[in-house]
């Protein structure tokens, strides 16, 4: 909208040689062109003079917009992203078209045929993809398309970088890469998780390779002694008795141990 001073100036010129272009509304009544026109012609006392468009009303709206010269390259370069996400299309926006632009194109396109680089409109779309908050502040032109596009990439940079990460934990542990897909744990979560449990597996090794080490050798070096022979139940350390039933134990876990190594080296 212009401020109070232009608005007056235009009242003004209205008053003094008409409304030149009347105000242009949608099929449904909407207003599409002439905020400003209107509320001159209100200020001047002056009966507007209306016309209807029935054509695409976004396209219209996009290249009435694509003409005001104060609209700058990034922020018609916004307005053409929106225009092809939404798959805007300028079917018999043609000729006589109010508008003043020729031709019939969908999309993306929409951009090119106001004059806006394909670059321009990459990054807006990649704002509206990885920013999509900051859409409107470019538009109103609180932000530069430039400064907008400089945060979606870093969005997108910590997007991609999550996926990949959250690709790697898929990898080395299923489970908690579920929880941070069904928002149980958040990614960083996860991993503090998966750090403890990747510790406590390295604490565990440590204590069972300590075991074996101090278990199995001497028992092998007993092979075809008469240590069995023997074992005296007065010297035995006290709460580990030596009886039939923990042979047996120590038998089956031996033949585990056995197996467990044949996989081992054959993997």
Not at 34 to 60: H, I, K, Q, S, W
Not at 119 to 125: F, G, H, K, M, T
Not at 167 to 178: F, T
Not at 180 to 193: F, I, K, Q, R
Request: hydrophobic fraction near 40%.
């Amino acid at each position: 909208m212009l401020d109070d001073e232009e608005l007056q100036a235009l009242a003004d010129s209205i008053t003094e040689h008409g409304l030149q272009h009347p105000i242009v509304l949608d099929v449904n009544g909407r207003l599409l062109d002439g905020r400003n026109r209107l509320a001159a012609c209100e200020l001047a006392g002056v009966e507007p003079e209306f016309t209807t468009y029935e054509g695409d009303a976004d396209a219209y709206a996009f290249f009435v917009n694509a003409r005001r010269r104060h609209i700058t390259k990034g922020q018609l370069a916004m307005v053409a992203a929106k225009a092809s996400l939404h798959g805007v299309n300028l079917h018999g926006v043609t000729g006589e078209d109010p508008a003043g632009f020729t031709g019939s194109t969908t999309g993306r396109a929409l951009g090119e045929q106001a004059g806006v680089s394909g670059s321009r409109i990459s990054q807006a779309l990649t704002v509206l993809r990885h920013a999509p908050d900051l859409a409107e502040s470019v538009i109103s032109g609180a932000i530069g398309l430039n400064e907008a596009y400089k945060t979606a990439r870093e969005a997108k940079a910590q997007s991609d970088s999550a996926e990949s990460q959250l690709a790697r934990l898929r990898a080395e542990d299923p489970e908690l890469a579920d929880k941070v897909v069904d928002g149980e744990l958040t990614l960083p979560g996860a991993w503090a998780e998966r750090k403890e449990r990747a510790e406590e597996e390295v604490r565990r090794r440590k204590v069972a390779t300590t075991f074996l080490c101090e278990t199995v050798p001497p028992l092998a070096q007993a092979r075809g002694t008469d240590t069995a022979l023997l074992y005296d139940p007065q010297f035995m350390l006290t709460g580990r008795p030596v009886t039939a039933e923990v042979i047996d134990h120590a038998i089956e876990a031996l033949t585990e141990m056995a197996r467990a190594w044949r996989e081992r080296e054959a993997a």
